[in-house]
């Protein structure tokens, strides 16, 4: 305890007499230390885990030195003649030197992979001219246009211009379904290959349906637990939480056994007669699994704090209003519903944000038309593109984080009731 | 960067140290997994003491490639098919195999003219021929489909159809089932038209497909009646049909022949033990004894004379064999070329077809 008494040069001291701002500053700082200590495992894993590999990924979206890292004379070729520069002689034994190198690294797979990106069948040009490129003789323009006529392709040289450049805002650019013309401009992607941006569209407005359907689904319950006695309650609560608790993978096949063309549903209806066994309904691997699947597995998030924003509400609100006249529907609408909105808020944006990023459910359920951009984000990381699986992976999380910040503006954080 | 992330990995995974007497080998699962468990796996233990770790991948490309890209290889030896093979080999991710230590046939034919034209690459050595084929329920259709083209026909032959969920070999069945002689198909496939023709024979059964994305799923929706016929790998639909009695018929009309290898990816942990696998599991006698538990043709010319019955010892294998002439009528064998430069491309397309409505 830290009795201040007046000293002799001003200010207030301790019963040690130092200054009291300093003891204190120093007791805090013991304190602020010891509590750094002990977070300091969580910190560090936090960061080694999950800080440093999620902020690699967001870089790799903007870099790919595949191309960069194997062609250093090109790269010089390039800096040195700028865009629109005739491509001579001199660019061709750039370009052999680099294949010379990559054929004795075993690099031009590599090389062309990353032009294949853009320019198709590039791979196999690159590992099939290098595979002969220690014999090419200058004049490397004929000798490599004779081993592969391809090569004066004005599409080709531009996007290996752009390639020599480990930084490239390429695959954002396809992430948006756009791409560089051969004068390095900025055009769509042909028709046939645009799915990113319907892909966006889909996955928000699913997850947006999604959401709707766990509040419409979730706040009758919700309310039906907060008003019964605590012994049922806690009974039904069990009801809610015991799927919470089951594995994801068990109630997506579970709904897969129920809906399936000869599934449990279906063999109902048709043993009632209702549809007839050529009539039966296709209601999973299309979209309607995926909403069917994903709502139930989310209600929880709904439920629960919706649930703990009603518990507390005191009924006497409704039943004053009542008292005063108002029909039950108006005693609802205008009494109950404005209290519980913290946690139709907190619910709805909980289900949301997950279901934007869902991606196991759609990928066994979802089929074709079913499928969200999460399902092509790993599509991609499989296939070992992981520059344009982080770049779509950027755009969902910016996506989101506008929502969230809009979400602010208009509702406001801190209306927020997590439970 | 990659250093970063190597050392990242490494701390959240965990790496297994690796242990001495110990290989892992990835394959496909299912009953061919298990025909390369009998026939390689067991005797390989029991001559060298080396225990065999069976894991399974949907693709065993793809983890091989994602584990040497961030340098965290715990593969040592995985099956994968030609054109992953050689393109994993441009890149530099496999390590290279000497032909001349894998060992000759037992008349003493060396190992390089034994092996069937071009089964012997620079990383990689084959092991089997399959082929995707159709298959279909002959409870559903007593009076079955016979050629490609009834694959495609939903008047003729109502039903879901299963296909797997990548572009390659779908394309070549929706070339061929629209006229296209075998011979022509890569010529056609090679132009945007023919491209296009392909998809839209896709598009003309789009809603009626059910896409699987393993190999033992098609055998699963043709028992599960979930679709009426489906393309799969003939050795699954074989094991289905003989070792567990499934009334599923194999239509070789359209069939694709491709291959499996061996490759061992760059960094595995324990190479040396991983060549010896690839050198005994390549012989004369283990490849003949593959073909025992599933009906896939060996690579090696020398293995097709040991080819007798199946497990059960009543089945003959010869006519469930994708190479067997009767099989051979209407076959095409997949460009594996055509496949490893162009399969990202068609991949995008592919994808952008599926997802839109």
Redesign the interface.
């Given at each position: 305890m830290a009795e201040a008494v007046a000293g002799s040069g001003g200010g207030l001291r301790t019963a040690d007499g130092r200054p009291l701002g300093e003891a204190l500053a120093q007791a805090q700082g013991r304190a602020r230390r010891r509590a750094l200590l002990l977070v300091a495992p969580l910190l560090l894993f936090v960061l080694?885990?999950f800080v440093?590999?999620i902020g690699?990924l967001l870089?790799?979206a903007f870099?790919d030195d595949d191309f960069a890292r194997n062609a250093p004379a090109l790269g010089a070729w390039f800096d040195e003649n700028p865009r629109g520069s005739p491509i001579d002689e001199s660019a061709y034994a750039a370009l052999a030197a680099d294949l010379k190198a990559a054929k004795e690294?075993?690099?031009?797979?590599?090389m062309?992979?990353r032009i294949?990106?853009e320019v198709?069948?590039a791979?196999?040009l690159f590992?099939s001219t290098a595979r002969n490129a220690d014999k090419f003789e200058p004049p490397y323009r004929e000798a490599i246009l004779a081993a592969r006529a391809e090569w004066d392709n004005p599409r080709l040289w531009e996007s290996m211009r752009q390639a020599s450049s480990s930084v490239t805002p390429n695959f954002f650019l396809a992430a948006v379904d756009l791409r560089r013309s051969e004068t390095g401009g900025i055009e769509r992607a042909p028709e046939?290959?645009?799915?990113y941006q319907?892909?966006f569209m889909?996955t928000f407005a699913l997850s947006a349906l999604i959401t709707v359907l766990c509040l419409l689904l979730g706040y009758p319950i919700a309310h039906l637990l907060a008003t019964l006695p605590l012994r049922y309650s806690n009974l039904l609560m069990i009801f809610v939480l015991l799927p919470f608790w089951t594995s994801l993978l068990v109630r997506t096949t579970s709904w897969i056994v129920l809906l399936?063309?000869?599934g449990v549903l279906n063999n109902i209806l048709v043993g009632f007669g209702i549809i007839g066994d050529?009539g039966r309904i296709r209601m999973i691997?299309n979209q309607t699994g995926t909403i069917v699947a994903m709502t139930h597995i989310l209600l929880p998030f709904m439920v629960l704090p919706l649930y703990s924003v009603m518990r507390p509400i005191p009924p006497s609100y409704v039943r004053a209003a009542r008292s005063l006249g108002a029909s039950s529907w108006t005693a609802f609408r205008r009494i109950y519903v404005p209290q519980t909105m913290p946690g139709v808020a907190a619910g709805g944006l909980l289900v949301f944000i997950l279901a934007v990023g869902y991606y196991i459910t759609p990928a066994l359920v979802g089929?074709?038309?079913g499928?969200l951009i999460s399902n092509?984000i790993a599509?991609h990381?499989?296939?070992?593109?992981?520059s344009m699986a982080a770049a779509l992976a950027s755009l969902l999380l910016l996506a989101v984080l506008i929502l969230y910040w809009l979400y602010d503006r208009l509702i406001g954080i801190d209306n927020l009731k997590l439970g | 960067?990659k250093k970063?992330?190597v050392t990242?990995?490494a701390?959240?995974g965990f790496a297994y140290g690796a242990q001495a007497a110990e290989i892992t080998v990835m394959s496909w699962g299912g009953a061919y997994a298990e025909s390369q468990i009998e026939a390689y796996h067991k005797p390989f233990t029991a001559q060298t003491g080396v225990t065999v770790v069976s894991v399974d991948a949907d693709n065993p490309a793809?983890p091989v490639?994602?584990q040497v890209?961030a340098g965290n290889v715990s593969i040592d030896v995985a099956d994968v098919e030609y054109p992953d093979a050689v393109?994993l080999?441009?890149?530099?991710m496999l390590e290279t195999i000497d032909h001349s230590t894998l060992p000759p046939a037992p008349d003493g034919t060396p190992a390089t003219q034994d092996f069937l034209p071009g089964l012997l690459l620079d990383c990689a050595v084959a092991t089997i021929t399959f082929s995707t084929i159709f298959a279909y329920d002959a409870s559903v259709f007593p009076e079955g489909p016979t050629s490609i083209s009834d694959f495609f026909d939903l008047q003729k032959f109502?039903g879901?159809r299963g296909m797997g969920k990548r572009p390659r070999a779908n394309l070549e069945m929706a070339l061929m089932a629209d006229g296209v002689p075998a011979a022509e198909v890569y010529d056609v496939l090679s132009t945007p038209a023919g491209v296009d023709r392909a998809?839209a024979k896709l598009d003309s059964i789009?809603g009626d497909?059910?896409?699987w994305e393993a190999g033992a799923q098609p055998p699963q929706l043709l028992a599960?009646?979930?679709v009426a016929m489906t393309t799969a790998y003939n050795g699954r639909i074989f094991n289905a049909a003989i070792a567990e009695n499934k009334p599923f018929t194999v239509v070789w009309d359209g069939q694709i022949q491709e291959y499996d290898l061996w490759v061992v990816p760059k960094g595995a942990p324990n190479l040396e033990a991983a060549m010896e696998f690839v050198k005994f599991s390549t012989d004369t006698q283990r490849l003949a004894d593959q073909a025992k538990y599933i009906s896939y043709g060996p690579a090696r010319t020398s293995s097709s004379a040991l080819i007798g019955l199946f497990k059960d010892g009543k089945t003959e294998m010869l006519p469930h064999m994708p190479t067997n002439p009767d099989n051979m009528k209407n076959a095409l064998g997949s460009n594996f070329?055509f496949w490893?430069?162009?399969n990202?491309?068609l991949?995008?397309?592919f994808?952008?077809?599926?997802?839109?409505?």
């Open positions: 080694f885990s440093v590999p690699q870089i790799s870099s690294n075993r690099t031009a797979g590599q062309g992979e294949n990106y198709s069948g791979r196999s590992t046939e290959v645009r799915v319907m892909l889909r399936q063309s000869e050529d691997y089929g074709a038309t499928q092509l599509f990381f499989e296939n070992s593109n992981w | 960067m970063l992330l990242t990995t701390l959240v793809v490639e994602a890209k393109r080999c441009d890149e530099g109502p879901k998809f789009k497909i059910i896409w599960d009646g979930e070329e490893a430069d162009r990202k491309e991949e995008e397309r994808n952008a077809w599926l997802a839109a409505n």
